[in-house]
């Protein structure tokens, strides 16, 4: 497996549209969810699990009542790649199935 190649700003433009929550922020994607304590841990620990097996991990950020995740593909320069909106839809799918409070 290569080096992941890093999308252009209108590719990333095209991807963010299909992420309800998520937003650029420089070389990364964001999206903090409200979400009670105890569940975004066992949310985390799910998150910790699936990105192992996938090789790419999220930064994420526990409060006591939010937890955000910001992506970035570290092996392409620290670039937004396809992996990382990929692993942005396993988070969602992930803390939707932890009791996440809807944004909307």
Do not use: C, K
């Amino acid at each position: 497996m290569g080096v992941p190649v890093p999308l252009s700003d209108e590719e990333i433009e095209v991807r963010l549209a299909g992420l309800s929550g998520w937003s650029r922020d420089g070389h990364e994607i964001t999206r903090t969810y409200p979400i009670r304590y105890h569940a975004a841990v066992a949310a985390i620990v799910t998150i910790a699990d699936r990105s192992r097996r996938i090789q790419h991990h999220a930064d994420l950020d526990l409060r006591m009542d939010h937890l955000r995740a910001a992506i970035t593909t570290h092996d392409a320069g620290h670039r937004l790649t396809d992996a990382d909106f990929d692993l942005a839809r396993r988070i969602d799918e992930i803390v939707a199935a932890h009791q996440a409070i809807p944004l909307d």
